[in-house]
């Protein structure tokens, strides 16, 4: 199918904006009259609280208000909302801490010096309790109990399988095991957490802030504030980043809107980088213990996996990681039998949640590793084994998911011929390789919204000019431009000629927003009915006017309403839209879109394939490894903007191979060693790789024009890639991320030892 | 308080100030001046995004008092463009989607400008390592260092001022 604007070189419609320097953050809002939020955070990983006196604090010139536990509703909110248990965290809690870091009261004032000076000024009257900080310890009996009631620490349990598992394993000819270990990592938008929260006498709540999705900070704002949603508007126009770490409640947010309630004021709440880094959410860590039976010949036969996921102190979307990370263990090959059990343990550090991957990652480390170690065993080709295993177009994971488009076999091909040509490498060097899958947004509807996932509500004006309004968010990834893309191919005319309003609960209608990877395919098919409604609209009245004989025999392409049959033959797309707009009484034109999942299976409508090949050179006297060259073959069916394509796939693997090597979340008694940029290490631009993307094209039919994910799921292979390409440079294998230089040198000593 | 007065040019414009001479540049550019392109993204100068040039040089503009560039001449982002024809470097980043949330780009774009101002013809090496004190978290920096490279190639010439 040749498309207009699918698959063309589009600038990003909101480029001039960020070149120039006027897009506005939430971090550059102001107001009239706006106060200075600052939070005091506990110093201890696990203690009651007995008293807060902040009268000191209040008395302090310029100091407007200051806010504990006491001033809330005590809401104990989560995003899971379906399950109250699940929905564990009250944002300045009433009773006690639990993860250094946690909110117990804020203040506002008139500059955030003056904020910051009254924090010092706050006693709280601690009761420090036995704490926990790992999850193979939090989960023993004789463990301190970190949420009432919750033996072992339990918070969540997920249990997947399919298949006669035993007899799987039964008739395998080698069955192999290993335990991995998975760390944490810091989302690290440039952006902090912030918020400006302004409440005004109307009852209305209006919260500028920084967030993946506007909806969710609106619902979750109204549960723990007692409002109703459609008195809260939140704005967020433009998002500094997000990468799974804003979309769940946080203290800017929180503490923002309580203070301005209080005051009448507006208050703005704008994290620290430290602040950022050990006070928010991070990357699940997760323990992983792996069991594979294979056939002498290659096939898959059993697997069977126990992960314990380190929770940290609140549920957030740990729940979902849990999920997630156990689905994608398996994926993407085909198992007979496949079981999984993983257990969330809370332990009294910074909440783990979502991040870029969403537990994938983790679980295709872990596996990836393990199949090359098996590979070798066996004495298997590594692409043979991926080939004779993998998913196929149309196969059915039993009982979770229904596989459509797969391009998983090409990729596999490409990335063979890629790795062939580099021919004998030089000593050190390896090239490692990882296949991959992922959702195109989930089924589950845990937030339990009434509400479409996503919707869409288009309006042609007189001048022919578009305005595309959906609530989904903008956070960078360049979703305004692929909508726009999209709306513009089904209408016919031209991305300039849209408008795309976001970011504006008030405005735009809901949506679950920006995670997930939901919204090229979940927002792109509500955009393109939206369009498609519109569309028929429009060609009603040029039907009428050309006397055709059926409307369906009419299209319209680059503003062009024409006959299929003799596309010279036709109008202009201004004049019919003059036209139609009279014959309806001036109304405008509008169409409007939804969509939610159904009878999709129990993970997600579509799924992305691919596989990635990492060169790296390893120095065997330090253990430093440098990336060279990243390669990836990549099915994300119809590509809809190339330019955005190329950089969800590079800035995934800086992300991804920071992942592998570099970045971590060290502790030390439940606190972050770590909590700034100089001892937190981000790929630089010295140390990327470079990079290529070969597009193996399919086409979803659940997807808008084919289309389906094509942002987070590249986020999973490449710290699996780093693995394999280090034992494929040196014959070792580190079980735990990151890897650093320090355990490629001990991997290098027990190699030797056994070889001795 | 104290407050002394600081005379700089920011954007071609001259600027007579009363400020509390421990005030950060970047604060007087945002918050005096009200130039917000110009963003912070940490405390201990590690991140650039509120790099700015001073006499044609790349400055961390937390890293200095504002007292520090009197009667200098400071360009931010808003400075690059005129009267609304973008800069080589602005059109270059756009054709080679060198931004994701944005939120770094003011910096890269002036680091980048610095750089090429310093080094008209830098190889990819040299753009790497000139760029190495700004993070960004979106991009993978390649779709950066491919823009600053056709800068450097002459490819934006006709719209060099």
């Given at each position: 199918?040749?498309?207009?604007?699918?698959?063309?070189h589009t600038h990003n419609i909101d480029g001039i904006a960020k070149v120039t320097g006027r897009a506005?953050?939430?971090?550059?809002?102001?107001?009239?009259?706006?106060?200075?939020?600052?939070?005091?955070?506990?110093?201890?990983?696990?203690?009651?609280?007995?008293?807060?006196?902040?009268?000191?604090?209040?008395?302090?010139?310029?100091?407007?208000?200051?806010?504990?536990?006491?001033?809330?509703?005590?809401?104990?909110?989560?995003?899971?909302?379906?399950?109250?248990?699940?929905?564990?965290?009250?944002?300045?809690?009433?009773?006690?801490?639990?993860?250094?870091?946690?909110?117990?009261?804020?203040?506002?004032?008139?500059?955030?010096?003056?904020?910051?000076?009254?924090?010092?000024?706050?006693?709280?009257?601690?009761?420090?309790?036995?704490?926990?900080?790992?999850?193979?310890?939090?989960?023993?009996?004789?463990?301190?109990?970190?949420?009432?009631?919750?033996?072992?620490?339990?918070?969540?349990?997920?249990?997947?399988?399919?298949?006669?598992?035993?007899?799987?394993?039964?008739?395998?000819?080698?069955?192999?095991?290993?335990?991995?270990?998975?760390?944490?990592?810091?989302?690290?938008?440039?952006?902090?957490?912030?918020?400006?929260?302004?409440?005004?006498?109307?009852?209305?709540?209006?919260?500028?802030?920084?967030?993946?999705?506007?909806?969710?900070?609106?619902?979750?704002?109204?549960?723990?504030?007692?409002?109703?949603?459609?008195?809260?508007?939140?704005?967020?126009?433009?998002?500094?980043?997000?990468?799974?770490?804003?979309?769940?409640?946080?203290?800017?947010?929180?503490?923002?809107?309580?203070?301005?309630?209080?005051?009448?004021?507006?208050?703005?709440?704008?994290?620290?980088?430290?602040?950022?880094?050990?006070?928010?959410?991070?990357?699940?860590?997760?323990?992983?213990?792996?069991?594979?039976?294979?056939?002498?010949?290659?096939?898959?036969?059993?697997?069977?996996?126990?992960?314990?996921?380190?929770?940290?102190?609140?549920?957030?979307?740990?729940?979902?990681?849990?999920?997630?990370?156990?689905?994608?263990?398996?994926?993407?090959?085909?198992?007979?039998?496949?079981?999984?059990?993983?257990?969330?343990?809370?332990?009294?550090?910074?909440?783990?949640?979502?991040?870029?991957?969403?537990?994938?990652?983790?679980?295709?480390?872990?596996?990836?590793?393990?199949?090359?170690?098996?590979?070798?065993?066996?004495?298997?080709?590594?692409?043979?084994?991926?080939?004779?295993?993998?998913?196929?177009?149309?196969?059915?994971?039993?009982?979770?998911?229904?596989?459509?488009?797969?391009?998983?076999?090409?990729?596999?091909?490409?990335?063979?011929?890629?790795?062939?040509?580099?021919?004998?490498?030089?000593?050190?060097?390896?090239?490692?390789?990882?296949?991959?899958?992922?959702?195109?947004?989930?089924?589950?509807?845990?937030?339990?919204?009434?509400?479409?996932?996503?919707?869409?509500?288009?309006?042609?004006?007189?001048?022919?000019?578009?305005?595309?309004?959906?609530?989904?968010?903008?956070?960078?990834?360049?979703?305004?431009?692929?909508?726009?893309?999209?709306?513009?191919?089904?209408?016919?005319?031209?991305?300039?000629?849209?408008?795309?309003?976001?970011?504006?609960?008030?405005?735009?209608?809901?949506?679950?927003?920006?995670?997930?990877?939901?919204?090229?395919?979940?927002?792109?098919?509500?955009?393109?009915?939206?369009?498609?409604?519109?569309?028929?609209?429009?060609?009603?009245?040029?039907?009428?006017?050309?006397?055709?004989?059926?409307?369906?025999?009419?299209?319209?392409?680059?503003?062009?309403?024409?006959?299929?049959?003799?596309?010279?033959?036709?109008?202009?797309?201004?004049?019919?839209?003059?036209?139609?707009?009279?014959?309806?009484?001036?109304?405008?034109?509008?169409?409007?879109?939804?969509?939610?999942?159904?009878?999709?299976?129990?993970?997600?409508?579509?799924?992305?394939?691919?596989?990635?090949?990492?060169?790296?050179?390893?120095?065997?006297?330090?253990?430093?490894?440098?990336?060279?060259?990243?390669?990836?073959?990549?099915?994300?069916?119809?590509?809809?903007?190339?330019l955005?394509?190329q950089g969800?796939?590079?800035?995934?693997?800086?992300?991804?191979?920071?992942?592998?090597?570099?970045?971590?979340?060290?502790?030390?008694?439940?606190?972050?060693?770590?909590?700034?940029?100089?001892?937190?290490?981000?790929?630089?631009a010295?140390?990327?790789?470079?990079?290529?993307?070969?597009?193996?094209?399919?086409?979803?039919?659940?997807?808008?024009?084919?289309?389906?994910?094509?942002?987070?799921?590249?986020?999973?292979?490449?710290?699996?890639?780093?693995?394999?390409?280090?034992?494929?440079?040196?014959?070792?294998?580190?079980?735990?991320?990151?890897?650093?230089?320090?355990?490629?040198?001990?991997?290098?000593?027990?190699?030797?030892?056994?070889?001795? | 308080?104290?407050?002394?007065?600081?005379?700089?040019?920011v954007n071609g414009?001259?600027?007579?100030?009363?400020?509390?001479?421990?005030?950060?540049?970047?604060?007087?550019?945002?918050?005096?001046?009200?130039f917000?392109g110009t963003?912070?993204?940490?405390?201990?100068?590690?991140?650039g995004a509120?790099t700015v040039m001073i006499d044609g040089m790349a400055v961390?503009?937390?890293?200095?008092?504002?007292?520090?560039?009197?009667?200098?001449n400071v360009t931010t982002v808003e400075g690059l463009e005129d009267h609304g024809k973008l800069h080589p470097i602005q059109k270059a980043f756009l054709d080679h989607g060198s931004y994701q949330?944005g939120?770094c780009t003011s910096g890269m774009l002036m680091a980048s400008t610095a750089l090429l101002k310093e080094n008209p013809n830098p190889t990819t090496k040299e753009i790497r390592e000139g760029l190495?004190g700004n993070?960004c978290?979106?991009t993978?920096y390649n779709s950066i260092v491919r823009a600053v490279d056709a800068v450097g190639q002459g490819k934006y010439k006709e719209d060099q001022a």
């Amino acid at each position: 199918m040749k498309y207009n604007i699918l698959n063309t070189h589009t600038h990003n419609i909101d480029g001039i904006a960020k070149v120039t320097g006027r897009a506005q953050y939430t971090f550059d809002i102001t107001r009239p009259g706006m106060l200075y939020g600052k939070i005091l955070r506990s110093p201890h990983p696990h203690a009651k609280i007995k008293n807060i006196d902040y009268s000191k604090a209040l008395a302090l010139s310029g100091v407007k208000a200051v806010v504990t536990g006491k001033d809330t509703l005590g809401v104990k909110q989560g995003i899971w909302r379906r399950y109250s248990e699940l929905c564990d965290e009250q944002i300045l809690p009433l009773e006690k801490v639990r993860y250094i870091g946690e909110p117990v009261a804020a203040v506002a004032a008139i500059t955030e010096e003056i904020a910051e000076a009254a924090l010092d000024l706050i006693e709280v009257d601690y009761e420090v309790l036995p704490a926990v900080y790992d999850a193979m310890e939090g989960i023993k009996k004789d463990a301190p109990m970190i949420h009432e009631g919750v033996e072992r620490n339990i918070n969540v349990t997920r249990h997947i399988e399919w298949g006669d598992v035993e007899e799987a394993f039964e008739n395998s000819d080698y069955i192999r095991e290993d335990w991995f270990k998975c760390s944490g990592q810091a989302h690290m938008c440039m952006e902090t957490r912030c918020a400006v929260a302004e409440y005004t006498p109307e009852g209305k709540l209006t919260v500028w802030t920084s967030t993946q999705a506007p909806y969710y900070m609106q619902a979750l704002l109204a549960g723990v504030l007692g409002m109703k949603e459609s008195d809260i508007r939140v704005i967020s126009h433009y998002t500094g980043g997000g990468f799974g770490g804003k979309f769940e409640l946080d203290g800017a947010q929180f503490c923002s809107s309580v203070l301005s309630m209080k005051l009448f004021k507006p208050v703005k709440i704008v994290y620290t980088r430290e602040e950022d880094l050990i006070a928010t959410k991070c990357r699940t860590p997760m323990y992983y213990y792996v069991r594979t039976g294979v056939k002498k010949n290659g096939k898959f036969m059993a697997r069977e996996a126990r992960v314990f996921t380190e929770g940290g102190a609140y549920t957030s979307m740990g729940a979902t990681a849990l999920y997630l990370t156990g689905f994608f263990h398996s994926f993407p090959y085909k198992w007979e039998g496949y079981r999984y059990d993983g257990y969330r343990v809370y332990t009294n550090t910074i909440p783990a949640t979502s991040m870029r991957g969403f537990g994938a990652p983790q679980a295709t480390f872990c596996s990836e590793t393990q199949i090359d170690l098996i590979a070798k065993e066996l004495g298997i080709d590594r692409f043979e084994i991926r080939r004779m295993n993998g998913h196929t177009p149309n196969y059915e994971v039993p009982g979770q998911a229904t596989i459509a488009s797969c391009g998983l076999e090409q990729c596999i091909n490409k990335i063979e011929d890629w790795v062939k040509s580099r021919g004998k490498l030089p000593a050190n060097r390896g090239i490692g390789i990882s296949s991959y899958g992922f959702m195109s947004g989930g089924i589950f509807n845990w937030f339990d919204t009434p509400y479409s996932f996503s919707s869409a509500v288009i309006t042609v004006n007189c001048d022919g000019k578009v305005d595309l309004h959906v609530g989904a968010q903008d956070i960078g990834q360049g979703s305004n431009t692929t909508l726009a893309m999209i709306c513009a191919e089904e209408l016919g005319v031209r991305v300039e000629d849209i408008r795309v309003h976001s970011g504006d609960t008030a405005e735009c209608p809901p949506d679950l927003g920006a995670w997930g990877s939901r919204q090229t395919l979940m927002a792109g098919n509500a955009t393109k009915m939206a369009a498609a409604e519109v569309k028929r609209q429009l060609l009603e009245f040029a039907a009428a006017k050309m006397g055709v004989n059926i409307v369906y025999d009419l299209d319209i392409k680059d503003r062009w309403v024409h006959s299929l049959a003799r596309p010279e033959r036709g109008l202009d797309y201004f004049e019919v839209v003059k036209a139609a707009l009279r014959g309806k009484e001036g109304q405008r034109l509008m169409g409007r879109g939804f969509y939610t999942p159904h009878r999709k299976g129990m993970i997600s409508p579509a799924y992305s394939y691919g596989v990635q090949a990492l060169e790296i050179d390893v120095d065997p006297e330090t253990g430093k490894i440098s990336l060279i060259n990243c390669v990836t073959a990549h099915d994300c069916g119809q590509p809809i903007n190339p330019l955005g394509l190329q950089g969800q796939l590079e800035g995934a693997i800086s992300m991804a191979a920071g992942y592998g090597f570099l970045e971590d979340l060290p502790m030390e008694d439940g606190k972050i060693l770590n909590p700034n940029l100089v001892d937190y290490k981000l790929i630089r631009a010295p140390e990327m790789p470079e990079t290529e993307v070969m597009e193996v094209e399919t086409y979803e039919p659940e997807g808008p024009f084919g289309a389906k994910e094509a942002g987070e799921g590249l986020t999973n292979p490449t710290a699996a890639a780093l693995s394999t390409a280090l034992y494929d440079a040196l014959g070792v294998t580190v079980k735990q991320l990151p890897i650093t230089p320090e355990k490629v040198l001990n991997a290098l000593r027990e190699k030797e030892k056994e070889g001795k | 308080m104290e407050r002394h007065l600081l005379r700089v040019t920011v954007n071609g414009q001259e600027y007579e100030l009363y400020i509390n001479p421990k005030t950060l540049l970047v604060e007087v550019i945002r918050d005096h001046l009200g130039f917000t392109g110009t963003k912070r993204g940490c405390e201990t100068v590690s991140c650039g995004a509120c790099t700015v040039m001073i006499d044609g040089m790349a400055v961390k503009s937390c890293s200095i008092l504002a007292m520090q560039a009197e009667g200098k001449n400071v360009t931010t982002v808003e400075g690059l463009e005129d009267h609304g024809k973008l800069h080589p470097i602005q059109k270059a980043f756009l054709d080679h989607g060198s931004y994701q949330c944005g939120f770094c780009t003011s910096g890269m774009l002036m680091a980048s400008t610095a750089l090429l101002k310093e080094n008209p013809n830098p190889t990819t090496k040299e753009i790497r390592e000139g760029l190495d004190g700004n993070l960004c978290r979106c991009t993978g920096y390649n779709s950066i260092v491919r823009a600053v490279d056709a800068v450097g190639q002459g490819k934006y010439k006709e719209d060099q001022a």
